[in-house]
């Protein structure tokens, strides 16, 4: 561990005759690459095929390459950044101690919409593999999707709710299992080991832009969930045995992971699966990866890919239910929010107030709203968050130039990492205004009422001195 560290014991509130509780330090680089791929890999499994009927699949491998240059420079970012202040809340934290007070409210906010209506996206899910999976074993009546989902999320929570570590050694099982699942899909299906099906040239063929350039610019929006949510590595920073070490191991790794799956997945699905059919976001494919299985006329990939979606859609309403309690638990400690979300579990250690609080929201969203809304709110929320980062970064290291305190992880090439990423955010946020400017508005306008809200009424409840815990000298210039 290293000397600037906090402790656990030194962050939260009172437990049984007056201890001090806090957040368990268990967690390894293992764990942190689990929550990381955890949370992401299910959008190889659906959502990032909304990108080809946005512009066709073409488009959508380039929409995946530009996004993953996105997330590179996030997770670089992420790793230097985190690994230096290691405490609960991530992005959240981090604004506190670099930008300012308004910043951390909104940054805390995006952390929490995009996990938690990530959370009920998978959910949506996972009611409807369930639905497929008893069709096929001879099911014929019209089966209710919403208790499955009302049971995902609930089992989930209360697995969070008992302890951090058995949620990610959770996680860590079941993405391992639903990316090695695509590592055999593409094997099987691309002819090196049996016979190939892939039969790109055939179902590009005058079809490889249908909707020019300004398809391409389009697909940008849904290329992000190729990787969205990988930045929730940094909230396991205050729970981690050495955040140095682990937090950019596990981040670093995990993109690179990522970037992996979401190529071998587009290669897949698109050289199977019509562009029109894997685009239809009303009666086409809800499960790219599992639609392409079912096509390959082996039982066993159906059933192993069917494993995989359902253990992908697991993982990631489990990480998103960590990460999400996270960044609440980290603005109610801070009392940006009521402190009585501030709590932790005296036996667990967990946030557990936060944890049981945001189930009822990520219900109302599963049950309520359709997949590709609940989509957009994720992307936007996670969008509004990468564009903080280049100002975080940059900010950071004018204020505590190289050398003057002590970073886990160093990383390279600044300021160019923050341009590419700003300068990704500003055309992605096009690409979303174009298929979802309504929607772009409203939730603008929204975060533009809280942050009223917070300035006018909440900071008055906020204990200005106690929020800063980083034992750093004084930034440059002040």
Known sequence: ?????????????????????????????????????????????????????KGG?????????????????????????????????????????IVGPLMAFNVGLYLVFAYTMLEAANAITAGYLISVVATMTGYTGELDQRPFIILVIMFLAWLNYRGVLATLTFNLVITAIAFCAIIVLFLSTSGILGGGIMQHAALFEGHELPYGWIGVLAAMHFGLWY?????????????????????????????????????LTWYVCSGVLP????????????APLFDTARLSGSNALIWFLGFGTLFATLASANGCINDASRAWFAMGRDKYLPAWFGAVHPKYRTPYRSIIFLVPIALIFALGA????????????????????????????????????????????????????????AITFFAVFLGYGTQLVAMIGFYIVVSLWFHFWRYRFVDR??????????????
Request: glycine share 12%; charged share 15%.
């Open 1 to 53: 561990m290293t000397d600037f560290d906090i402790t656990s014991a030194e962050r939260d509130g009172m437990g049984p005759h007056g201890t001090k509780v806090g957040l368990l330090r268990v967690l390894g680089p293992a764990h942190v690459w689990a929550l990381g791929v955890g949370i992401v890999l299910v959008g190889e499994y659906m959502g990032w095929n909304f990108a080809v009927g």
């Open 57 to 97: 699949a073409y488009a959508a491998l380039m929409a995946c390459w530009f996004a993953g240059i996105l997330y590179t420079c996030v997770a670089m970012i992420d790793s230097e950044v985190t690994s230096t202040v290691a405490a609960a809340g991530g992005q959240y934290t981090q604004a506190k101690h």
């Open 227 to 263: 990787y969205l949510g990988i930045e929730g590595t940094t909230q396991a920073a205050e729970e981690v045995r050495s955040p140095a070490r682990a937090l950019p191991f596990g981040t670093l790794a995990g993109i690179m992971t990522l970037l992996i799956a979401a190529t």
């Open 275 to 286: 562009w029109e059919f894997l685009g239809d976001g009303v009666n086409g494919s809800v």
């Open 370 to 425: 359709p997949l590709d809304q609940v989509i957009t709110f994720s992307i936007l929320s996670g969008l509004l968050e990468y564009t903080f980062m280049p100002l975080n970064i940059i900010l950071f290291r004018r204020k505590w130039p190289m050398g003057s305190i002590k970073r886990g992880y160093e990383h390279p090439f600044h300021p160019l990492p923050a341009i590419v990423l700003l300068t990704i955010c």
């Open 465 to 478: 001195g106690a929020q800063f815990t980083m034992p750093w000298p004084k930034p440059q210039g002040y």
